[in-house]
């Protein structure tokens, strides 16, 4: 298998050179929070398979919904057509999500529901005489996703850098000062279609918390400045900060929110942009007026993806799944505090069942963080780093036995590597 995988397969943020050189592994198949290689060895999903799995894997619910989906039909387009899993799903999306967001446009992943939030506020602003509004606000170390667009609002420079030549510009501020982000608002508000924020913590920077009312501030002072908000949501949603939506935490009602990642419980590719009856309407009109959102994806509400949502949906009030994630962050708010035990260890940030544990007193060319995760492969996980920062993402319902697994093998694998 690995051999053919060197031979054929060009890996997402790999150095393929490194990877050609070393032994890699093979996943064959999964069981509630655990990932077995074609070896047959059998390890703890850390980061749930990048972030995604909620219920851990082969959910016999989820597996069953997506069972009977296909003996209906696997695929049918959502333009001009409905479709039945699309319909219930986005009825039940509507019920959950912050007030006030009632319309669901669907994509693939949360880069694409990131492309689309940002022209839809674009165009929205356009087709209601706003037509100066054409910038966006974004935070300095932002991530939002890979394709061009939502690398023009991203802010981690090792990512992004590199493309500035074909990048729109965007207006960027530091995350959790809204003194700096009134400065900017006040001088620019009419040339300013919206923000867009990752909710309480900037994932893919290295868990970088914001300070508690940070979001709220936002919200004030985009409504104050009749700027639209875009809440990104594809790594904090459905309950991984303990709550379904991060939003939630300081009961805030965005213009626009993203959601990916976890909303099929993170079985297959389904992304969903939710907006305002007020931003919805600013695109009705006659045909011939060209007012429609034309921005479509072939797999859009795609039948199977929309059937596994709606189990997972399901399965969060069969399981009472966040009363489970209450516990578990509370497990963790104490057991984390042992990392600091190690000496290397200069920061432990938690949000929910998002952990950051940050390194210090390394070089990038030291890969300390990827060094520590393939310890860990030995001892019986499968992380991934963000540079020298260590993440836990575990599948929601992950038991207090696997919860504690996790955690030893984490600290076992530090120490060894920081201590050798
Ligand atoms: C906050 C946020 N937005 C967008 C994305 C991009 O999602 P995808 O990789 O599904 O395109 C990510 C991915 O990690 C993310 O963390």
């Known amino acids: 298998m690995i051999d053919k995988d060197k031979r054929h397969l060009w890996h997402p943020f790999t150095q393929m050179q490194d990877w050609l050189r070393n032994d890699q592994l093979v996943i064959e198949r999964g069981d509630g929070s655990y990932l077995y290689d074609t070896d047959g060895n059998k390890y703890i999903d850390g980061v749930s398979s990048l972030w995604v799995t909620v219920h851990g894997h082969r959910n016999k619910i989820i597996n069953k919904a997506i069972k009977a989906q296909l003996d209906k039909v696997a695929h049918s387009t959502l333009l001009g057509l409905g479709n039945v899993p699309s319909i219930e799903l986005a009825k039940e999306l509507v019920k959950i999500v912050p007030k006030g ?12 529901a990131v492309e689309i939030a940002l022209k ?11 037509r100066k509004k054409t910038k966006f606000i974004t ?54 279609a919206a923000m867009i924020v990752e909710p309480l913590v900037q994932a893919a920077a290295g868990m970088l918390l914001q300070p508690k009312g940070y979001l709220k501030a936002v919200r004030r002072l985009c409504t104050k400045y009749n700027v639209l908000l875009i809440v990104d949501e594809v790594a904090t949603g459905f309950g991984r900060t303990g709550k379904m939506f991060a939003c939630e935490h300081e009961g805030v009602s965005p213009d626009l929110m993203c959601v990916a990642k976890g909303l099929t419980g993170g079985y297959l590719p389904v992304a969903a942009t939710l907006t305002t009856e007020k931003i919805y309407k600013a695109f009705l009109g006659r045909p011939e007026e060209n007012k429609a959102f034309f921005h479509g994806h072939t797999f859009t509400g795609n039948p199977l993806g929309c059937a596994a949502a709606l189990a997972s949906l399901q399965l969060f009030k069969q399981d009472k799944l966040l009363n489970k994630v209450g516990r578990s962050i509370k497990f963790l708010e104490t057991a984390l505090l042992d990392l600091y035990k190690l000496e290397r260890v200069v920061e432990v940030r938690q949000l929910g069942l998002m952990v950051g544990i940050e390194l210090g007193g390394y070089s990038a060319a030291e890969r300390i963080g990827h060094r520590v995760i393939l310890e860990a492969r030995k001892r019986g996980a499968i992380l991934r780093p963000l540079g020298d920062v260590i993440v836990l993402m575990p599948p929601l319902n992950i038991k207090r036995a696997e919860l504690e697994k996790l955690l030893r093998v984490t600290y076992d694998s530090i120490r060894a590597v920081t201590e050798r």
């Open 120 to 130: 839809i506020a674009f165009q929205s602003q356009q087709q209601t005489g706003q």
């Open 139 to 192: 935070l300095k170390n932002a991530y939002h996703g890979d394709t061009i667009g939502s690398v023009s609002v991203g802010g981690i420079d090792l990512f992004h850098k590199l493309y500035r030549p074909l990048l729109f510009k965007s207006i960027k501020v530091p995350a959790g000062d809204p003194k700096a982000l009134e400065a900017v608002l006040k001088k620019r508000h009419h040339e300013i």
């Open 101 to 112: 967001l009632s319309k669901v446009f669907y994509s693939d992943d949360g880069s694409t």
